[in-house]
């Protein structure tokens, strides 16, 4: 009989909604709450009604994703792709480092140093010589703490630091969990560890163990994306507007004429096109008073935009934001001031962005959320406490994934405000690559 069991600290980082999905997809009674459904899960391990690799598996990808929603991005060099694309010199090139492919993420528990806990690879479906993804997964012990009475009581904790060498886009992706009050050792005056400095302390450890070089190219490009992204999803509103505004057209610019003759504008197109700016102005008006349009979904809507920040062509910088981060940014005043500026620099530093994805409510009983894994847990310091992610439609259910795109010198982050998980990861990113280069 298998002795499988699931640390405490695992059971804390899985989410409930999805824990119990995957019970209900395996045949393990999912009824009650988490803790009882673990002991489901691991008794059906121990009776041999579900395979232990495979709710490795399971546990392992909850490791990967899960509670690491801050996701950096940066270039790496061909150099470094020619040398991992060629699965036997990959190979080669870690075995002559002792490494063989293994995944240990699960089976490490506050390590002394900071071992590297996995490395696997992704082959090309269509030439498994040829290596798609490389992954790189390491633990390191870190500690919270608390007071009893007048005592520091340290705890350790796991911090799981994961790292996909992506071949085919030339990226390397670093991804991290943000928590408050997380020392680095033991000593309640040491600062506390943030995200960015574990990603730049993996980063050097990368390239002083492996050679790994990087280049500055994907931080300028994230820019335009920004503005991309954000042009596309704030049109995909003004369209719906538009055609109302047209059909007073001719009534509106006979109005501008009327008002300019009368305070003796001679040009009402030069220097400021006033025909454009009233029409804008309308839009504007017709938007915020249907402001329930920017956040509800209909086909082919891909998103709205919550926030943005960038700098203007006269390096002063502009914060365009509503007078609550989590309401479209569309609603506020700001966004209609800043509209010239945007479309002249064409860059964006930092987005804030909702992402659709529809999933399929068939079958689905009404308040059973939880089976899609759709409930977060409050967890980081950093992270939205909202459950209102979820938009009825018809016979689908629609997934909010909020996001918050930063662009840094030579990198870029993206900041997930919801528990990860892989396909909403991968749709996310899928969307963020239509906007590139257009």
């Given at each position: 009989?298998?002795?499988?069991?699931?640390?405490p600290?695992?059971?804390?980082?899985?989410n409930?909604g999805?824990?119990?999905q995957?019970?209900?997809?395996?045949?393990?009674?999912y009824?009650?709450n988490k803790?009882?459904?673990?002991?489901?899960?691991?008794?059906?391990?121990?009776n041999?009604?579900?395979?232990?690799?495979?709710?490795?598996?399971?546990?392992?990808?909850?490791?990967?994703?899960?509670?690491?929603k801050?996701?950096?991005?940066?270039?790496?060099?061909?150099?470094?792709?020619?040398?991992?694309?060629?699965?036997?010199?990959?190979?080669?090139?870690?075995?002559?480092?002792?490494?063989?492919p293994?995944?240990?993420?699960?089976?490490?528990?506050?390590?002394?140093?900071?071992?590297?806990?996995?490395?696997w690879?992704?082959?090309?479906?269509?030439?498994d010589?040829?290596?798609?993804?490389?992954?790189?997964?390491?633990?390191?012990?870190?500690?919270?703490?608390r007071?009893?009475?007048?005592?520091?009581?340290?705890?350790?904790?796991?911090?799981?630091?994961?790292?996909?060498?992506?071949?085919?886009?030339?990226?390397?992706v670093?991804?991290?969990?943000?928590?408050?009050?997380?020392k680095?050792?033991q000593?309640?005056?040491?600062?506390?560890?943030?995200?960015?400095?574990?990603?730049?302390?993996?980063?050097?450890?990368?390239?002083?163990?492996?050679?790994?070089?990087?280049l500055?190219?994907a931080?300028?490009?994230?820019?335009?994306?920004?503005?991309?992204?954000?042009?596309a999803?704030?049109?995909?509103?003004?369209?719906?507007?538009q055609?109302?505004?047209?059909?007073?057209?001719?009534?509106?610019?006979?109005?501008?004429?009327?008002?300019?003759?009368?305070?003796?504008?001679?040009?009402?197109?030069?220097?400021?096109?006033?025909?454009?700016?009233?029409a804008g102005?309308?839009e504007?008006?017709?938007?915020?008073?249907?402001?329930?349009?920017?956040?509800?979904?209909?086909?082919?809507?891909?998103?709205?935009?919550?926030?943005?920040d960038?700098?203007?062509?006269?390096?002063?910088?502009?914060?365009?934001r509503?007078?609550?981060?989590s309401?479209?940014?569309?609603a506020?005043?700001?966004?209609?001031?800043?509209?010239?500026?945007?479309?002249?620099?064409k860059l964006?530093?930092?987005?804030?962005?909702?992402?659709?994805?529809?999933?399929?409510?068939?079958?689905?009983?009404e308040?059973?959320?939880?089976s899609?894994?759709?409930?977060?847990?409050?967890?980081d310091?950093?992270c939205?406490?909202?459950?209102?992610?979820?938009?009825?439609?018809?016979?689908k259910?629609?997934?909010?994934?909020?996001?918050?795109?930063?662009?840094?010198?030579?990198?870029y982050k993206?900041?997930?405000?919801?528990?990860?998980?892989?396909?909403?990861?991968?749709?996310?990113?899928?969307?963020?690559?239509?906007?590139?280069?257009?």
């Open positions: 009989m298998s002795q499988f069991s699931m640390r600290d695992i059971q804390e980082i899985i409930f999805i824990l119990r995957y019970a209900k997809l395996n045949n393990v009674d009824q009650g803790n009882t459904i673990i002991d489901n899960i691991v008794l059906a391990v121990r041999g009604t579900l395979e232990e690799e495979k709710v490795r598996l399971f546990i392992q990808e909850q490791l990967w994703y899960g509670k690491n801050h996701t950096y991005f940066i270039e790496i060099s061909s150099e470094l792709v020619s040398r991992f694309k060629d699965r036997d010199t990959l190979l080669e090139f870690f075995r002559n480092r002792g490494i063989q293994f995944n240990n993420l699960d089976r490490i528990n506050n390590p002394a140093g900071v071992p590297l806990a996995c490395f690879y992704e082959s090309n479906p269509l030439d010589s040829i290596v798609n993804k490389v992954y790189l997964g390491y633990i390191e012990t870190n500690y919270t703490y007071y009893e009475g007048q005592v520091i009581v340290f705890s350790p904790v796991n911090t799981y630091i994961c790292i996909e060498v992506d071949l085919k886009r030339n990226l390397l670093l991804r991290v969990r943000s928590r408050s009050g997380v680095p050792t000593d309640v005056n040491a600062q506390n560890i943030n995200t960015n400095s574990l990603a730049k302390k993996y980063l050097d450890r990368l390239r002083e163990d492996f050679g790994f070089t990087y500055d190219g931080s300028e490009e994230i820019k335009n994306t920004m503005y991309n992204i954000e042009k999803l704030t049109s995909f509103i003004e369209l719906q507007f055609p109302k505004v047209s059909e007073n057209h001719e009534f509106i610019n006979s109005f501008i004429d009327e008002v300019a003759a009368r305070l003796e504008i001679v040009d009402v197109k030069t220097p400021i096109n006033l025909y454009d700016r009233i102005l309308l504007r008006a017709l938007i915020i008073q249907n402001a329930e349009v920017i956040e509800s979904y209909v086909d082919g809507k891909k998103g709205y935009i919550n926030m943005f960038f700098r203007d062509d006269r390096g002063g910088r502009i914060s365009a509503s007078k609550h981060n309401t479209p940014i569309q506020s005043d700001i966004f209609f001031d800043t509209r010239e500026t945007i479309n002249d620099v964006i530093d930092i987005l804030s962005a909702v992402w659709f994805k529809p999933v399929d409510a068939s079958g689905i009983q308040n059973d959320e939880y899609l894994g759709l409930i977060d847990e409050f967890d310091d950093e939205d406490s909202d459950t209102d992610d979820v938009v009825d439609q018809g016979d259910k629609v997934l909010r994934i909020k996001t918050k795109m930063i662009a840094f010198r030579g990198f993206i900041e997930f405000k919801r528990y990860l998980l892989k396909e909403e990861y991968n749709h996310v990113l899928s969307l963020i690559d239509s906007f590139k280069g257009l």
